[in-house]
Antibody, heavy 118, light 108 residues
Framework: VQLVESGGGLVPPGGSLRLSCAASGFSVFSNYMSWVRQAPGKGLDWVSV????????YYADSVRGRFTISRDNSKNTLYLQMNSLRVEDTAVYYC????????????WGQGTLVTVSS | EIGLTQSPATLSLSPGERATLSCRASQSVGSYLAWYQQRPGQAPRLLIY???NRATGIPARFSGSGSGTDFTLTISSLEPEDFAVYYCQHRSNWPPLTFGGGTKVEIK
């Protein structure tokens, strides 16, 4: 089982970025998949989840309406489209697989750094 | 929103010693609490879920207890690789998820 994030970088406030998380060893479609972020030197902050199968999605209040989680089953890849980025969105973004339930995470990627700055 | 407060912020111990970490919820979260370990430069690792169940592959020296508002993670005898930051997490009003602020276990 492996998760590999990509797509992070430096973006100005108000800009957009799309993160990718390529999964191997299991099916993204058949598992709960989340994005969790961590601002530099800070704690963990859950961002969004997509449920297995039907693909119901949920978001943290801080990102609802700006971020969109999605998946491409043919590529076995999870995405996070981030629009209207703010300085406070600066963080390492991890994708993570839910185990036992959608809200406990057993496998995590290595993270990708998003820096929002002018 | 239910908050989680972890204490102490930093725990200074020697290898072989017992570590006791606390996580307190502002309201009852039942048994819906997990613990994660994060080593420097690494992603978090699930240790305990539903307050007291060890995740797959987690050594027996890690144990979790508690329910309602008060929870404890115990490491019975610290190994060198256990010096890390530990986070608790609840899901009682999922979504969203809430994490605690973390406890750093450092070498004394």
């Amino acid at each position: 089982v492996q998760l590999v994030e990509s797509g992070g970088g430096l973006v100005p406030p108000g800009g957009s970025l799309r993160l990718s998380c390529a999964a191997s060893g299991f099916s993204v479609f058949s598992n709960y998949m989340s994005w969790v972020r961590q601002a530099p030197g800070k704690g963990l902050d859950w961002v969004s989840v997509v449920y297995s199968g039907g693909g119901t999605t949920y978001y943290a209040d801080s990102v609802r309406g700006r971020f969109t989680i999605s998946r491409d089953n043919s590529k076995n890849t999870l995405y996070l489209q981030m629009n209207s980025l703010r300085v406070e969105d600066t963080a390492v973004y991890y994708c993570a697989r839910g185990v036992y339930a959608p809200y406990y995470f057993d496998y995590w990627g290595q993270g990708t750094l998003v820096t929002v700055s002018s | 929103e239910i908050g989680l407060t972890q204490s102490p912020a930093t725990l200074s111990l020697s290898p072989g010693e017992r570590a006791t970490l606390s996580c307190r919820a502002s309201q009852s979260v039942g048994s819906y609490l997990a613990w994660y370990q994060q080593r420097p430069g690494q992603a978090p690792r699930l240790l305990i879920y539903d307050a007291s169940n060890r995740a797959t592959g987690i050594p027996a020296r890690f144990s979790g207890s508690g329910s309602g508002t008060d929870f404890t993670l115990t490491i019975s005898s610290l190994e060198p690789e256990d010096f890390a930051v530990y986070y608790c997490q609840h899901r009682s009003n999922w979504p969203p998820l809430t994490f605690g602020g973390g406890t750093k276990v450092e070498i004394k």
